[in-house]
């Protein structure tokens, strides 16, 4: 949800010394968000009327928009499976991402007197300074919160990237894992589904074999047919390397006649010397 994410890197550089910098940080967050809200909204618009889906209005909704992200990416590939229903894991895995990062920052809230005041009748030892007995559970609770934030935030991670890499395949195959790391990592999806929304849908599949394919006739147009490397006649015998020397194709004058002997005045087999002949 890019809200959170606004939220804490906000909360990160600009500090919430106190409620009044606090508020100012998720009024700013709040509307970073909505302006998200509204570019997905037309992408998804825009691609689901290029294919005749209904629902898009889905798309202008909070969580709403990555279930309907999952309908106009269809089945994922989860670790080499078919993964049916995408956009609905990860959208109960945004919902639980956000109630738990709610529930943090309400205990952050509640247990930070830079936030609330207490009397003096309050205070206790250990613990947070200044904060009721009545409320310090809330320490324990907030330590367990952090703790569920961190392992779901790796749950959402996992099916986001399953439901964008997916969704990327259809409307960009030329660098889907590039915009997957956009929409998932950073809190740019709705940039990302806006830029790709008048792009035509393919079957990645298809795409990877047509890009091989056209690789395979680069390569047969360089350098003849790979099956036949070495020879740029293509198919037939191949040329002699050493055609040029004595005992080759080319030097004993045919194209496949038998290669010359080069010791044949020694082979025992020659004809002696008649009597009266000047023997060498």
Same mark, same amino acid.
Request: glycine residues 12%; charged residues 20%; hydrophobic residues 40%.
């Given at each position: 949800m890019e809200?959170?994410?606004?939220?804490?890197?906000l909360?990160?550089?600009f500090?919430?010394?106190?409620?009044?910098?606090?508020?100012?940080?998720?009024?700013t967050?709040?509307?970073?968000?909505?302006? &998200?809200?509204?570019f997905?909204?037309?992408?998804?618009?825009e @691609?689901?009327? %290029? %294919?005749? @889906?209904?629902?898009?209005?889905? #798309?202008?909704?909070?969580?709403a928009?990555?279930?309907y992200?999952g309908k106009l /990416?269809g089945d994922?590939? !989860?670790?080499?499976? =078919?993964? =049916?229903? /995408?956009?609905?894991y990860a959208?109960?895995?945004?919902?639980?991402? /956000? *109630?738990?990062n709610?529930?943090?920052?309400?205990?952050?809230? &509640?247990?930070?007197?830079?936030?609330?005041?207490? #009397?003096?009748?309050?205070?206790?030892?250990g613990?947070?300074?200044? *904060?009721?007995?009545?409320?310090?559970?809330?320490?324990?609770?907030?330590?367990?919160?952090? *703790?569920?934030?961190?392992?779901?935030?790796?749950?959402?991670?996992?099916?986001?990237?399953v439901?964008y890499?997916?969704?990327? $395949?259809?409307?960009?195959? $030329?660098?889907p894992? @590039?915009?997957t !790391?956009?929409?998932?990592v950073?809190?740019f999806?709705?940039?990302?589904?806006?830029?790709?929304?008048?792009? *035509?849908?393919?079957?990645y599949?298809?795409y990877?074999? $047509?890009?091989q394919?056209?690789?395979? $006739?680069r390569?047969?147009?360089?350098?003849?047919d790979?099956?036949?490397?070495?020879?740029?006649?293509?198919g037939? %015998?191949?040329?002699d390397?050493? #055609?040029?020397?004595?005992? #080759?194709?080319?030097?004993?004058g045919s194209?496949?006649?038998?290669?010359?002997?080069?010791?044949?005045?020694?082979?025992s087999s020659?004809?002696?010397?008649?009597?009266g002949?000047? =023997?060498?």
């Amino acid at each position: 949800m890019e809200f959170i994410d606004f939220f804490n890197w906000l909360l990160m550089f600009f500090g919430g010394e106190n409620l009044t910098a606090f508020l100012i940080v998720v009024c700013t967050a709040f509307g970073a968000y909505i302006i &998200c809200l509204i570019f997905g909204g037309i992408g998804m618009r825009e @691609m689901a009327k %290029r %294919r005749g @889906m209904k629902g898009s209005w889905l #798309g202008f909704l909070p969580f709403a928009n990555t279930y309907y992200a999952g309908k106009l /990416a269809g089945d994922g590939n !989860f670790f080499g499976q =078919k993964l =049916k229903r /995408a956009g609905l894991y990860a959208m109960l895995s945004e919902i639980v991402y /956000a *109630v738990l990062n709610g529930l943090l920052v309400m205990t952050m809230i &509640c247990l930070s007197p830079y936030y609330v005041e207490y #009397g003096p009748e309050d205070i206790v030892q250990g613990g947070y300074e200044g *904060v009721p007995e009545a409320l310090q559970w809330m320490q324990t609770g907030q330590w367990v919160f952090q *703790v569920l934030v961190m392992l779901f935030t790796l749950v959402m991670i996992v099916f986001m990237a399953v439901l964008y890499l997916s969704l990327f $395949r259809k409307y960009y195959a $030329r660098g889907p894992a @590039m915009l997957t !790391f956009c929409s998932v990592v950073l809190p740019f999806r709705a940039f990302t589904v806006f830029a790709v929304r008048n792009n *035509v849908p393919v079957d990645y599949a298809d795409y990877v074999r $047509r890009q091989q394919e056209e690789i395979y $006739r680069r390569t047969q147009g360089m350098y003849g047919d790979p099956r036949n490397y070495g020879n740029p006649t293509g198919g037939g %015998r191949r040329e002699d390397p050493f #055609g040029d020397f004595p005992g #080759g194709t080319a030097g004993n004058g045919s194209a496949g006649g038998a290669p010359e002997d080069p010791f044949s005045e020694f082979s025992s087999s020659a004809k002696p010397p008649e009597d009266g002949e000047k =023997k060498d």
